[in-house]
């Protein structure tokens, strides 16, 4: 899965809000890389680090930042790493 979405609630600032990355198709060595743990309730992954944070993380293995995106509520990153030949 080329493909990845980042999405952080706003404020930043709210200590007790989750990083959100990617959904239940995310690639092991992904969520195993940032440290990410599967939230079963909300079928998706999750890390409490700042958004900038993960995004340097997954910039390491590949991952670069396309499209991003924001509303009053969030903050929405689409990143894309080629595939493995």
């Not at 706003?10 to 990410?36: R, S, W």
């Not at 599967?38 to 910039?59: G, M, N, T």
């Amino acid at each position: 899965m080329p493909y990845l979405i980042i999405r952080r609630p706003l404020p930043f600032e709210n200590a007790f809000a989750q990083t959100i990355v990617g959904d239940v198709n995310l690639q092991e060595h992904v969520f195993k890389h940032i440290g990410a743990t599967f939230c079963a309730e909300r079928q998706q992954y999750e890390i409490k680090q700042h958004p900038s944070w993960v995004l340097d993380k997954l910039e390491e293995i590949g991952y670069r930042v396309v499209s991003s995106a924001c509303n009053a509520n969030v903050m929405v990153w689409t990143m894309h790493a080629h595939p493995a030949m």
